[in-house]
């Protein structure tokens, strides 16, 4: 294999503004290390196709993806047009399971030159991955209403925590873990007050523990987490956690670091037996949506993790360049964010299009040897 096919799916909102500064990266550094990518355009898994059909995607869209390696992926939802369960369980959420994408890989870091919201941090002091479980947990659509308009309505929301989804997503951490520097887990838990499938999740860290005895475990209840990713960030290297509970934590460790506009993500299918899915954490932004200020660096960072992903595919004959792609946008990424342009959320007054154009310069130009 020598090349690989991406659908590119811009969503709504700011999906749509940063969606073409992420490819303007990812063919300057394609162009730069050779590599084939080939595009597929996707115009659904929109709200202006749910207005225009009634779903979000076509019944055929297994069929439209089918020779997909993988889904570069902008942002869902507008809730002012269609609710917001309905757009992401018809979109977003259907990827992740049906591709059974079951890591969500989140980075956390403070950079150089990004202003940070906590006190006294330097680049160095906010540096960890939020492994997020991504196919069950808190994210079900099982219950239902009984005595629906009268005061003794009640409403109840299941959560599935199964003993492959359990196990897989602990297994991915510890090893992460276990490959690097620190080799630290943080297990995010409440088994205080969620009294089935936390004391279940912490049995399974243990069981799981004991294959890592190199990897130091650190266990947590997810409130005092919260506050110390605030107050002694420096703490974590690998954080594992369940689907709502990581999904809580890859919002608040990227505003510990300055914004959510810089983070990035990789929806994985480790196994690669379907498409793995690569996009900002952040969502649509319609409340800037249209300004043309929204800051691409997420988009452009997930772009980034898809080379990396995809150059560590054993079926490919060398993934070295796909590797080194990665790590040349990375630096660009780095160097702009230290005294490029910055958009608001950052402090700066440039456009989404100035940080993009930015970056892509610095991938054609950047010294590599
Ligand atoms: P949001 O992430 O869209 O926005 C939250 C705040 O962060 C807003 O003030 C926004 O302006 C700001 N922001 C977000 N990304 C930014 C960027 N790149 N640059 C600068 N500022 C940025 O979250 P929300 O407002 O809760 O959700 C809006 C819509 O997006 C909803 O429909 C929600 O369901 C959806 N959503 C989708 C995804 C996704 O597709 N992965 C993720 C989160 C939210
Ligand atoms: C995210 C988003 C999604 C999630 C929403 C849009 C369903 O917030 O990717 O973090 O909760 O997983
Ligand atoms: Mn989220």
């Known amino acids: ?29 394609a162009e730069r ?53 309905v757009s992401l369980w018809g979109s977003l959420l259907k990827f992740r399971r049906e591709f059974d994408q079951y890591i969500n890989l989140r980075p956390v870091r403070l950079f150089e030159g990004v202003p940070c919201p906590l006190a006294n941090r330097k680049p160095g002091d906010i540096d960890f991955l939020v492994v997020r479980e991504n196919t069950e947990g808190e994210y079900t659509s099982l219950g239902g209403r009984m005595f629906e308009g009268t005061e003794r309505e009640v409403v109840i929301q299941e959560s599935v925590f199964s003993r492959i989804g359990t196990d897989r997503v602990l297994r991915y951490a510890f090893e992460l873990a276990a490959g690097r520097a620190r080799k630290h887990l943080t297990v995010a838990t409440k088994s205080n007050g969620i009294a089935v499938s936390m004391p279940y999740w912490d049995e399974r860290a243990e069981e799981m523990a004991r294959h890592y005895p ?24 690998v954080v594992v956690a369940s689907n ?26 480790p196994e690669r037996r ?12 319609p409340d800037i949506y249209g300004k043309g200020i929204a800051n691409p660096v997420a ?21 070295t360049p796909w590797l080194r792609a990665h790590d040349l946008i990375l630096r660009a990424i ?10 608001p ?9 100035d940080v993009g154009r930015a970056i892509a310069r610095l991938v054609r130009t950047l010294d590599i040897d």
């Open 33 to 85: 290390f050779s590599l084939t990518l080939e595009y597929q355009t996707i115009d659904w898994a929109s709200c202006d196709y749910y207005e225009q059909t009634g779903s979000m995607m076509p019944a055929d869209w297994r069929e439209q993806l089918a020779g997909c390696d993988a889904l570069y992926f902008g942002a869902v939802g507008w809730p002012a047009k269609v609710p917001d369960h």
């Open 299 to 319: 988009m452009i960072w997930s772009g980034a993790l898809m080379l990396d992903f995809l150059g560590r595919d054993p079926a490919l004959a060398d993934g």
């Open 1 to 29: 294999k020598t090349s690989f096919r991406i659908a590119v799916i811009p969503g709504d909102g700011i999906g749509k503004e940063v969606m073409p500064e992420g490819l303007r990266v990812l063919e300057a550094a």
């Open 334 to 343: 780095e160097i702009v964010l230290a005294d490029g342009p910055r958009t």
């Open 244 to 269: 709502l509970f990581g999904d809580i934590l890859s919002d608040l460790g990227p505003a510990c670091a300055g914004t959510i506009g810089l983070a990035p993500s990789a929806n994985l299918d």
């Open 274 to 285: 379907f498409p793995s899915l690569f996009e900002p954490v952040h969502g649509s932004a």
């Open 214 to 237: 190199g990897v130091a475990t650190d266990r947590q209840h997810i409130d005092i987490l919260t506050a110390r990713f605030v107050l002694q960030p420096t703490r974590f290297d």
């Open 345 to 353: 959320d950052l402090g700066g007054d440039a456009k989404t299009e």
